[in-house]
């Protein structure tokens, strides 16, 4: 019987999980094999999704609530993937503030579709900035502890915890950060990668490539402080249609959007997760991001296009209540669009806390533990 991989790549918000899943892809698709990819959102108009798209790939979008919580979406979202042609991988993107998803999603796709699918070692991915912050216990990381307690569970119930990044890390901070996960979590395997550049994916693809009892580490987790940790980050999802009648440049724009913020953002002492803009029109695209605020902005996919018309996607994630973050974009946005000498029409923004996370399933024991349950 045809089994599909179900490959699952975790990690914190702004961790590089959409470039690692991109590149994945792009493997497995030069294997000759057939990719599908699942992202997932708190919200509709995600970045990611338009960008794997744009790629070329067979994208799902579980969008509404967490993998978790919208368990049955996420089945089903496969299973339309597949009515195209049946994917041998499925790649899966789950909410960078989620964790304990072993018990929630791994475990119940085990247990429940044990003859459709084969797990995959279960990777999770630490971003260097927040991670090293939040690993130190360091005081002023951006972040309550209850958002660092988000963080430091997902690492907890991975397989292999990947350092992103490592292609703009000295040996000495690897190090450190290695010492740091060992530290939390004696010989738990680490793997250093670059998703930009491909380093350590030779060595990520052939740990994936493992057949095991793999996606079994289920946590002992507090669900109020989970909730209270999600609660505390401000979620944008934000489009527009941004015209002029002279070109302007794209790549430009979409940078100016994210540094204007991230200034916007250090002048009030909030800390960003993730924000994300992607800039689309007739087949090309552009992306420019920030993953924390001790990095500059940048600009992760260049256009290199001369545009009058594009539509406009910014994400944000920010440890700041929802309304202000709103102000916040809508006026940054505005500005940056106005200095390129263009206007927007915004067609739909949602900013929102998350709500207390509700999982359509928690299996409590692992397939061939002596004693199950589900709750």
């Known amino acids: 019987m045809h089994q599909?991989?179900?490959?699952?790549?975790?990690?914190?918000?702004?961790?590089?999980?959409?470039?690692?899943?991109?590149?994945?892809?792009?493997?497995?698709?030069?294997?000759?094999?057939?990719?599908?990819i699942v992202t997932n959102d708190q919200a509709e108009d995600l970045v990611d999704t338009n960008m794997l798209r744009s790629l070329?790939?067979?994208?799902?979008?579980?969008?509404?609530?967490?993998?978790?919580c919208n368990f049955d979406e996420l089945m089903s979202t496969v299973e339309r993937i597949g009515q195209k042609q049946r994917p041998d991988v499925i790649l899966a993107e789950p909410v960078g503030s989620c964790t304990d998803l072993v018990a929630t999603v791994i475990q119940p796709i085990r247990q429940l579709f044990d003859a459709e699918f084969v797990i995959a070692p279960y990777a999770v991915i630490l971003k260097p900035s927040h991670g090293?912050?939040?690993?130190?216990?360091?005081?002023?990381?951006g972040f309550s502890p209850k958002a660092a307690y988000i963080l430091k569970k997902q690492i907890e119930e991975a397989d292999l915890v990947l350092i992103n990044r490592c292609d703009e890390l000295s040996d000495e901070a690897a190090g450190e950060l290695e010492s740091l996960i060992h530290a939390h979590l004696p010989e738990r395997p680490v793997l250093r990668v670059s998703a930009k550049t491909g380093?350590?994916?030779?060595?990520?693809?052939?740990?994936?490539?493992?057949?095991?009892?793999?996606?079994?580490r289920i946590l002992e987790i507090d669900y109020d402080t989970y909730a209270d940790g999600e609660a505390e980050l401000g979620w944008l999802n934000s489009s527009a249609r941004v015209s002029s009648e002279e070109e302007f440049d794209l790549d430009e724009l979409l940078l100016d959007i994210v540094q204007r913020l991230r200034s916007a953002l250090a002048s009030e002492n909030i800390e960003a997760a993730h924000l994300k803009t992607i800039g689309l029109w007739e087949g090309f695209f552009g992306?420019?991001?920030?993953?924390?605020?001790?990095?500059?902005?940048?600009?992760?996919?260049?256009?290199?296009?001369?545009v009058k018309t594009i539509d406009l996607i910014v994400n944000a994630r920010v440890a700041c209540a929802p309304e202000i973050l709103e102000k916040m974009v809508q006026a940054q946005v505005q500005q940056a669009i106005s200095a390129a000498g263009a206007t927007a029409e915004f067609r739909r923004t949602q900013s929102f806390k998350p709500g207390r996370p509700v999982p359509t399933h928690r299996i409590a024991t692992a397939v061939g533990d002596t004693e199950s349950g589900e709750y």
């Open 4 to 36: 599909i991989r179900y490959i699952m790549v975790g990690g914190f918000l702004g961790a590089g999980k959409t470039t690692t899943l991109a590149r994945l892809a792009a493997h497995y698709t030069a294997q000759g094999l057939n990719v599908g």
């Open 56 to 68: 070329g790939f067979d994208v799902g979008e579980v969008a509404g609530a967490c993998f978790c």
């Open 132 to 141: 090293r912050r939040v690993l130190r216990d360091e005081p002023g990381t």
């Open 199 to 216: 380093a350590g994916f030779d060595q990520l693809t052939d740990w994936l490539a493992q057949d095991g009892d793999y996606g079994r």
């Open 287 to 306: 992306v420019a991001n920030l993953v924390s605020s001790e990095n500059e902005a940048e600009l992760s996919l260049k256009s290199g296009c001369q």
